[in-house]
C-alpha cells in the first residue's frame, strides 16, 4: 500500500499558506540509523494533530527536530517566515520562545511551586535579572493565575510541584507552555504515565486550549483511541516515514495495519458516535 491520505481530503494547508511547513525532513543519526526519512507535511491553525506510530517510527525525532533539541540531518522546517533548520544558535533561542513545548515526563522543577513552574513559560521574555530574582510583570502573573483556573488547578499557586499528582503536573506543564504565549504546541505523549480517564482529561483540555488560542499543537500520542476522538487530523509514522495523513474517521484496519502491522483492529478502533463524555 502507498502513502495513505483519503480520498478528498485536505490534509493540511500548503506550504505557503502554513503557518509550520515541515519539507523533505530527515535526520540520520551516528552509526546510520536513519529515523527521519523525507518527511513532509504542513501544519494551520488550530488544527490538533495527532501523531501515531509503532515505537521506533520517528514521532519523538520528528517533534524534537521542529525545534531542533535534535538536529536535522537535511530537509526544511519553516515556522511563519522563520527557517528554523538553519539558524544560528542566539536566534534559535528567540525562535524557540514562539514555540511550547509539554513533556511526557513534565519536566518541572520539583521544589518550585506551581505559580514558580507557570512562570517559568515567560523566562525567555524577560530580562535576565528579572528572571534571575522572580520578578514577573504584574500582567503575567495575573495570566498564570488565569491559566491556573483555566486548567483546573484553582489554588494550588502555592503547591510544590513534588505535592502533585501525574495528572496534576501535567496540567501545569501546559500552562507553562501556554504562558510563552507560543505560535505552536508540541506534545510528546502526554498521556503515557496517566490513568485512562485523566488521560482523557489532558487529550481534552489541549484540544480545548488549542482551539481557544488559536494554537496549532502536535501530539505524539501511542493510544489510536484518544487520537480519533480528540485530534482534528491523524499523522501515521513508519520507519521514519509519512504512510497515513487524514482526518481520524478514515482510519480503519487498513490504515492501522500498514503503519503498525497486521492485527485485530476491531476494539482499537473507535466507533463512529461513540460517547466522548465521562
Known amino acids: 500500500m502507498s502513502t495513505a491520505k483519503p480520498a478528498g481530503a485536505t490534509p493540511g494547508p500548503s506550504p505557503a499558506d502554513a503557518l509550520l511547513s515541515v519539507e523533505a525532513l ?11 526519512d523525507g518527511i513532509s507535511f504542513a501544519v494551520g491553525r488550530p488544527e490538533v494533530i495527532a501523531i501515531i506510530g509503532s515505537s521506533g517510527a520517528g514521532k519523538s ?16 522546517i519553516r515556522l511563519k517566515d522563520t527557517e528554523i533548520a538553519g539558524l544560528p544558535r542566539r536566534e534559535l533561542r528567540r525562535v524557540r520562545r514562539r ?25 525567555g521574555s524577560v530580562g535576565f535579572m528579572a528572571s534571575l ?15 491556573l483556573d483555566r486548567v ?12 502533585l499528582s501525574g495528572g496534576q503536573r501535567q496540567r501545569v506543564g501546559i500552562a507553562r507552555a501556554l504562558m510563552q504565549r507560543p505560535d505552536l504546541l508540541l506534545v510528546d505523549e502526554p498521556t503515557a504515565s496517566l490513568d485512562p480517564k485523566t488521560a482523557r482529561q489532558i487529550m481534552r483540555l489541549i484540544c480545548t486550549l488549542a482551539q481557544e488560542h488559536n494554537t496549532p499543537a502536535l501530539v505524539n500520542i501511542h493510544d489510536v483511541a484518544l487520537a480519533q476522538s480528540f ?3 491523524v499523522i501515521g509514522l513508519k520507519g521514519g ?10 482510519l480503519n484496519a487498513g490504515v492501522l495495519t500498514e503503519i503498525y502491522g497486521a492485527e485485530d483492529w476491531s476494539q482499537t478502533i473507535r466507533r463512529t458516535g461513540e460517547d466522548d463524555e465521562e
Open 133 to 147: 530574582m522572580r520578578r514577573f510583570p504584574p500582567q503575567d502573573v495575573s495570566g498564570a493565575f488565569a491559566l
Open 231 to 233: 485530534a482534528s487530523r
Open 241 to 250: 516515514r509519512v504512510v497515513f495523513d487524514g482526518p481520524p474517521a478514515t
Open 26 to 36: 530527515v535526520k540520520v543519526y551516528p552509526g546510520g540509523k536513519r529515523a527521519l
Open 99 to 123: 514555540i511550547g513545548m509539554i513533556f511526557q515526563e513534565f519536566n518541572l522543577v520539583e521544589r518550585l511551586t506551581v505559580m514558580e513552574n507557570v512562570l517559568s513559560g515567560r523566562l
Open 152 to 163: 483546573g488547578l484553582d489554588g494550588y499557586h502555592d503547591t510544590r510541584a513534588d505535592a
Open 61 to 76: 525525532t520528528l517533534i524534537r527536530c521542529i525545534n531542533r533539541l535534535v538536529e536535522p540531518t537535511s530537509g526544511r
